[in-house]
């Protein structure tokens, strides 16, 4: 057995979970922040058979997309001169952890 970690922009939660739900994976979601964009995002939690993963991979991947967002690149000790200027950043529409898990209990 495998638990999955997805992290997704909280414009794509909607049409995973929807995709995810209509094949019978069931999640659990965990409100986050994510570290470079400071904007809120998702992480879905899902525990899936080994043979699943790739299938949940497939779901998310059509259902997540990738945008680009703005950012300011300013940091702490930024001393370029134009860092004050923001810019494009690609943002991918999903991150995926697939860790194994040694037990699993439903109590």
Do not use: C, W
């Not at 495998?2 to 939660?13: G, P, T, Y």
């Not at 879905?44 to 991979?57: C, F, Y």
């Not at 950012?71 to 860092?83: E, H, K, Q, W, Y």
């Amino acid at each position: 057995m495998k638990l999955m970690l997805i992290i997704l922009s909280n414009e794509d939660v909607q049409n995973v979970t929807n995709d995810l739900l209509k094949k019978k994976y069931y999640v659990t979601k965990l409100s986050t922040t994510g570290g470079v964009l400071h904007s809120g995002n998702t992480t879905l939690l899902l525990g899936v058979e080994d043979n699943k993963v790739e299938d949940v991979k497939e779901i998310v991947s059509n259902s997540a997309k990738t945008r680009k967002k703005k950012v300011n690149a300013v940091g702490p000790n930024d001393l370029n001169v134009f860092s004050f200027l923001p810019s494009n950043v690609k943002v991918s529409g999903a991150t995926i952890f697939v860790l194994n898990v040694d037990e699993y209990h439903k109590l």
